[in-house]
T-cell receptor, first 113, second 108 residues
Framework: DGGITQSPKYLFRKEGQNVTLSCEQN?????MYWYRQDPGQGLRLIYY???????QKGDIAEGYSVSREKKESFPLTVTSAQKNPTAFYLC????????????FGNGTRLTVT | RKEVEQDPGPFNVPEGATVAFNCTYS??????FFWYRQDCRKEPKLLMS???SGNEDGRFTAQLNRASQYISLLIRDSKLSDSATYLC?????????FGTGTRLQVFP
């Protein structure tokens, strides 16, 4: 079955450490996205990529980095520069053409102490 | 003004009730529109796309009013399993803009 896989589901890190969240899709989608969700808030866009080897900053990119070396993979690194990294991180993908909804992975819940 | 505004709720309704959610969006360049549902501590899942003429999918009906920049979702014959947060999502260029959602609680 096609889908998006995020791993791990839960992640715990100490403050000051970088951490990389994995996102893999086998839907053959060109576009991939990373969102962050905090309790009681909507999803906020961190980074997105429309094509391999290219990506754009979203609304809250500071303290994060991404790469898109393969169509299937879009890992997100949460760096020590991110002031409030504890959150629910959601990866999504879509076709590039218009009117294409996003398909989400199950999410990674990151806790930094 | 927020890009997407929704009544946060919660809407508490009995099984079998009809309930309607409204949403307004600020960007007139929005091209496509979607409703997602999100269960507690889970990822959002696409409920339905919204077409200009309005569309229906079983118990769910979506309406779009571009002139007023307003989208609605009607749920008929509510089920316990409909309890979730409903997210109104306009698309601008290649980005989807998520509202904070409206929480629905269906009780027996």
């Amino acid at each position: 079955d096609g889908g998006i896989t995020q791993s791990p589901k839960y992640l715990f890190r100490k403050e000051g450490q970088n951490v990389t969240l994995s996102c893999e899709q086998n839907l053959n989608h060109d576009a991939m996205y990373w969102y962050r969700q905090d309790p009681g808030q909507g999803l906020r866009l961190i980074y997105y990529s429309q094509i391999v080897n290219d990506f754009q900053k979203g609304d809250i990119a500071e303290g994060y980095s991404v790469s898109r070396e393969k169509k299937e993979s879009f890992p997100l690194t949460v760096t020590s520069a991110q002031k409030n990294p504890t959150a629910f991180y959601l990866c999504a993908s879509s076709k590039r053409e218009g009117r294409s909804p996003l398909h989400f992975g199950n999410g990674t819940r990151l806790t930094v102490t | 003004r927020k890009e997407v505004e929704q009544d946060p709720g919660p809407f508490n309704v009995p099984e079998g009730a009809t309930v309607a959610f409204n949403c307004t969006y600020s960007n007139s360049a929005s091209q496509s529109f979607f409703w997602y549902r999100q269960d507690c501590r889970k990822e959002p899942k696409l409920l339905m796309s919204v077409y200009s003429s309005g569309n229906e999918d079983g118990r769910f009906t979506a309406q779009l009013n571009r002139a007023s920049q307003y989208i609605s979702l009607l749920i008929r014959d509510s089920k316990l399993s409909d309890s979730a947060t409903y997210l109104c999502v306009p698309q601008v260029s290649d980005k989807l803009i998520f509202g904070t959602g409206t929480r629905l609680q269906v009780f027996p």
